[in-house]
Each structure stands twice: as C-alpha cells, then as structure tokens.
C-alpha cells in the first residue's frame, strides 16, 4: 500500500486545512487509516483514525475532538482531516497510517505510513 499525505501549510490560528491521505496498491486489505502526528524532539501521537468498512467508526484523540473530523471517500480511497480552530500547539509533521486488521486500530499499531505533511499555526 502507498499513501500520498496532502494538504498541510501555514495557517493563523483559528484558521482550518483540510488533510488528505490518498492511498494505492493493495487496498483491499486495508481495515483503517489512521493520522498521527509529530514535533521534533517528541513523541508521535494519535489524532484520529477511520474504519473503511460500511460503518466507518471513527476515532479520535480526546485533545482533537469536537475540532477536527475524520471523513472518507471510498471511491477514490481517501481519507480526510479537517482540522478547524487551529492552535500553534497543532503544529507538526502530520502523517497518514494504514491498518488491515482491528487490533491495529485498539493498539495504534500500523503496517503502513505515507511521507508527512507538515502543518504550521501561526500565533
């Protein structure tokens, strides 16, 4: 599977993006993807993940809820991230993930990652 991060840059705070993650290959396989994120000279953490099966459970970090939304289109094998009420504290590297199986999503564990795009809030 590849996945191909799009849609960061610099945005004033309070602003919004919206991420996408397109991905290709195998993707029959694919059970969720996930978004993470990091700042240098820290950890990567969860944001937010999506089931692609007909119910789509979605899943988010308790820091991001009510401010950024996880969607999906099928048809295209993309998923989105829109993020509003931007904070500088938002601002990281932010990378999509993809899991085949469900223990993957409980565990945060995933098989495959795409390149990153960097995010950046401005105060």
């Known amino acids: 599977v590849q996945l191909q991060a799009s849609g960061g840059g610099l945005v004033q705070a309070g602003g919004s993006l919206r991420l996408s993650c397109a991905a290709s290959?195998?993707?029959?396989?694919?059970?969720?993807t996930g978004w993470f994120r990091q700042v240098p000279g820290k950890e990567r953490e969860f944001v937010a993940a999506?089931?692609?099966?007909?119910?789509?459970?979605?899943y988010y970090a308790d820091s991001e809820k009510g401010r950024f939304t996880i969607s999906r289109d099928s048809a295209k094998n993309t998923v989105y991230l829109q993020m509003n009420s931007l904070k500088p504290e938002d601002t990281a590297v932010y990378y999509c993930?993809?899991?085949?199986?469900?223990?993957?999503?409980?565990?945060?564990?995933?098989?495959?990652w795409g390149q990153g795009t960097l995010v950046t809030v401005s105060s």
């Open positions: 993930a993809v899991t085949n199986t469900a223990a993957g999503v409980i565990l945060r564990e995933y098989d495959y």
């Open positions: 290959g195998r993707t029959f396989n694919i059970y969720a």
């Open positions: 999506i089931t692609w099966g007909g119910s789509a459970n979605t």
